[in-house]
């Protein structure tokens, strides 16, 4: 087998963060889950997971393509695939270009109705990396477009969207946007030299901090206003109290002035978040 052969894998894996698949396929999972009471057909489980891998793919591509030349000039992500080299911009628009053609794949293979919907998340991941050059909002696009996984398997399985679905995918949002808020402070310096907009740069270090915690109280609560429209039982109940516990102990490893803990709490705790959360929803199905 040639290095390239074993190469080329890893560096797309690690373009697009693979393992950071945790934060969203869970909580589609969720959806999925939560919409027929019960665990979906093994034919929907595997398209939704495939829709969700290119999905995935195609957005992470797309936002370090859009965003190599600043890549270039920040040194935390200098090193990336792109801008360091290890593949060029060629490379990662066919793969762009194969992991959309994996999530029209799996889409055409679940209920006829996403065979509409499929371009409202294309759409969000083209735009997401172009609004940090305009405006400090882009953190709540960035949610907005991950908080689409709940309610793209829901409406995938049934083809109906309640209520319910809409809560659930805000919950996700808001989630998503309020970590993001605590990634912002890593390039605060950067961000402002390249006259890039973020909650950081535009709120400060306290005002990103707030903002988190904000959002996170909306994330259970809106957990909790899923649960009461829901058919749930004690299982869904302890996992939104293990997620409120969890964003606790998230927020208590960082505080303005000492981000020395920031991976930590935003790679380790929210991966365990969303597991945990689907853990207890399967639990509750079944």
């Known amino acids: 087998m040639s290095v390239g052969a074993v190469t080329y894998p890893r560096r797309f894996a690690s373009l697009v963060k693979i393992e950071h698949t945790v934060f969203a396929l869970p909580f589609a999972y969720v959806?999925?889950?939560?919409?027929?009471?019960?665990?979906?057909?093994?034919?929907?489980?595997?398209?939704?997971?495939?829709?969700?891998?290119?999905?995935?793919?195609?957005?992470?591509?797309?936002?370090r393509l859009i965003d190599a030349s600043i890549d270039a000039r920040n040194p935390r992500t200098a090193g990336r695939e792109l801008p360091s080299g290890l593949l060029r911009p060629s490379q990662v628009l066919l793969f762009c270009l194969a992991a959309l053609a994996l999530f029209l794949a799996a889409v055409f293979q679940l209920d006829p109705i996403v065979r509409w919907l499929w371009p409202i998340p294309v759409v969000g991941f083209v735009v997401y990396?172009?609004?940090?050059?305009?405006?400090?909002?882009?953190h709540l696009w960035l949610g907005a477009v991950d908080g689409l996984a709940?309610?793209?398997a829901w409406v995938a399985i049934t083809g109906k969207l309640p209520w319910q679905a809409w809560v659930l995918g805000a919950a996700v949002a808001v989630w998503i946007a309020g970590f993001d808020f605590f990634y912002s402070l890593l390039d605060l310096e950067v961000d402002r030299r390249e006259r890039l907009h973020s909650v950081a740069t535009r709120f400060g270090e306290r005002g990103a901090f707030w903002g988190a915690r904000l959002?996170?109280?909306?994330?259970?609560?809106?957990?909790?206003?899923?649960?009461?429209?829901?058919?749930?039982?004690?299982?869904?109940w302890l996992g939104v109290g293990v997620v409120a516990a969890l964003l606790l102990y998230e927020h208590s490893l960082i505080r303005p002035g000492d981000l020395r803990r920031l991976d930590a709490a935003f790679f380790t705790v929210n991966g365990v978040i969303s597991v945990a959360f689907f853990v207890f929803v399967l639990a509750d199905v079944l």
Do not use: E, Q
């Not at 959002?215 to 869904?236: E, K, M």
């Open 150 to 152: 709940p309610i793209g």
């Open 215 to 236: 959002l996170h109280l909306a994330t259970v609560a809106l957990l909790a206003a899923a649960g009461l429209g829901l058919s749930v039982g004690l299982f869904y």
């Open 129 to 138: 990396p172009y609004l940090k050059r305009w405006t400090w909002l882009s």
């Open 31 to 63: 959806g999925a889950f939560l919409a027929v009471d019960d665990v979906p057909s093994a034919h929907d489980l595997v398209w939704i997971t495939l829709a969700m891998v290119g999905a995935r793919s195609l957005a992470m591509g797309l936002n």
